[in-house]
């Protein structure tokens, strides 16, 4: 009768020890999403596309690196192509809540009419314009 107790004990010790096991692998291991949304991602040789006011935007660099929620980085040459405009250029910044894509480093852009090389730009989608920064050249296509 004794070891009939003590078996019994033991065996409830070992369920006990193992749930706490369980609990404590659950517990210790769940990732936040809070926790996942403040990590910056980076991705190398990348290109994807995005719905805008021009329809469909497609943008590529050597790296990118995702900021935040909203902000991404194309780091290297990078571009940004729909049916009304290329933009080619380096390190190009993309806010994609107010639509707005920057860069102060040379860019060429290409649309209908011809090509402007610029020191930089910055493009508002939600007004359908496009700043050029310092010296700016446009050439006519033939």
């Known amino acids: 009768m004794n070891s009939y107790i003590i078996h019994r004990f033991l065996n409830l010790l070992i369920v006990i020890i193992l749930i706490s096991q369980v609990g404590i692998i659950y517990f210790n291991s769940k ?6 949304q403040k990590k910056n991602i980076s991705v190398e040789n990348f ?10 935007t497609s943008f590529g ?8 929620e909203y902000n991404i980085f194309l780091e290297g ?3 940004l192509e729909n049916n009304v405009y290329k933009i080619y250029g380096k390190d190009i910044s993309i806010n994609t809540k107010s639509e707005v894509s920057s ?3 040379p860019v060429e ?3 209908s009419m011809g090509t402007m090389n610029a020191n930089g730009f910055r493009n508002i ?3 359908g314009k496009i700043y050029f920064l310092g010296e700016s050249k446009f050439t006519f296509h033939e």
């Open 61 to 68: 660099s050597e790296k990118l690196n995702r900021l935040d």
């Open 77 to 79: 040459s990078s571009y």
């Open 103 to 105: 860069s102060d480093m």
């Open 109 to 111: 852009v290409i649309n």
């Open 125 to 127: 989608g939600v007004e």
């Open 31 to 36: 990732v936040s999403f809070e926790e996942i």
């Open 47 to 56: 290109s994807s596309f995005a719905l805008s006011k021009y329809g469909i």
